[in-house]
C-alpha cells in the first residue's frame, strides 16, 4: 500500500507562484506514473501534469508554459511548480501514483485570489 502526503497549497494572489510537494511512502524509481490532478467545485477531477517513469512529462493545456512537474528520487518526492497563477487554477490538488494499483493523496488546497 503506497501512501502519498501532499503539502504547499494554500492561499496566493493571481500572478504568484506556489510549489506542490508528494511525498511517497516508498520509492518511487519503480513507479510506472505520477501525476497531479485538480478538482475545482462541481467539476470532474482533471490532469494537470504527469511524468512516466521514463521521465516523459506531460500538461494539460490550460498550464504549458507555466507548470512543471518534476521528481526527486532520493527524497521519494514528486513536486508541481505552478507560477503565473490564475483564479481559474482554484481547486483542490491531487497527486496519483501508478505502480500494480493507483494511489492518490487526500489533497491539498489551492485558491487563486485578489
Known amino acids: 500500500q503506497v501512501q502519498l502526503v501532499e503539502s504547499g497549497g494554500g492561499l496566493v494572489q493571481p500572478g504568484g507562484s506556489l510549489r506542490l510537494s508528494c511525498a511517497a511512502s516508498e520509492s518511487i524509481f519503480n513507479f510506472n506514473f505520477m501525476g497531479w490532478y485538480r478538482q475545482a467545485p462541481g467539476m470532474e477531477r482533471e490532469l494537470v501534469a504527469g511524468?512516466?517513469?521514463?521521465?516523459?512529462?506531460s500538461y494539460a493545456d490550460s498550464v504549458k508554459g507555466r507548470f512543471t512537474i518534476s521528481r526527486d528520487f532520493a527524497k521519494n518526492t514528486v513536486y508541481l511548480q505552478m507560477n503565473r497563477l490564475k483564479p481559474e487554477d482554484t481547486a483542490v490538488y491531487y497527486c496519483?501514483?501508478?505502480?500494480?494499483?493507483?494511489?492518490w493523496g487526500q489533497g491539498t488546497q489551492v485558491t487563486v485570489s485578489s
Open positions: 496519483k501514483a501508478v505502480v500494480t494499483f493507483s494511489y
Open positions: 511524468i512516466t517513469g521514463g521521465g516523459t512529462t
